[in-house]
């Protein structure tokens, strides 16, 4: 009989820890959330390649969205789509 779930490693080496606080710090902020009401679910829409929009489309039924950035936008990062 093994012993499962009687051991916890929680160390992480510096490698580690400056990859994962340099991919968090990247990644923050960078999606909103939509929820899209043609199918009550609710998904991330993450930056195209260009950074110019978020674009994405409902997993259920692939309607599509695209926010713009722009300068003049908005600081909201919920929306709901019809």
Same mark, same amino acid.
């Given at each position: 009989?093994?012993?499962?779930?009687?051991?916890?490693?929680?160390?992480?080496?510096?490698?580690?820890?400056?990859?994962?606080?340099?991919?968090?710090?990247?990644?923050?902020?960078?999606?909103?959330?939509?929820?899209?009401?043609? @199918?009550?679910?609710? +998904?991330?829409?993450?930056?195209?390649? *260009?950074? !110019?929009?978020?674009?994405?489309?409902?997993? /259920? @039924?692939?309607?599509? +969205?695209?926010?713009?950035?722009?300068? *003049?936008? !908005?600081?909201?990062?919920?929306?709901?789509? /019809?």
């Amino acid at each position: 009989m093994t012993d499962k779930g009687q051991h916890l490693d929680l160390s992480s080496g510096d490698e580690f820890s400056s990859a994962q606080q340099a991919g968090s710090s990247a990644a923050a902020g960078q999606f909103l959330g939509v929820h899209f009401q043609c @199918c009550d679910v609710y +998904v991330r829409v993450y930056p195209n390649a *260009e950074r !110019t929009a978020y674009q994405g489309n409902c997993p /259920r @039924c692939a309607r599509p +969205v695209k926010f713009l950035i722009g300068e *003049e936008g !908005t600081c909201a990062r919920f929306f709901s789509a /019809r």
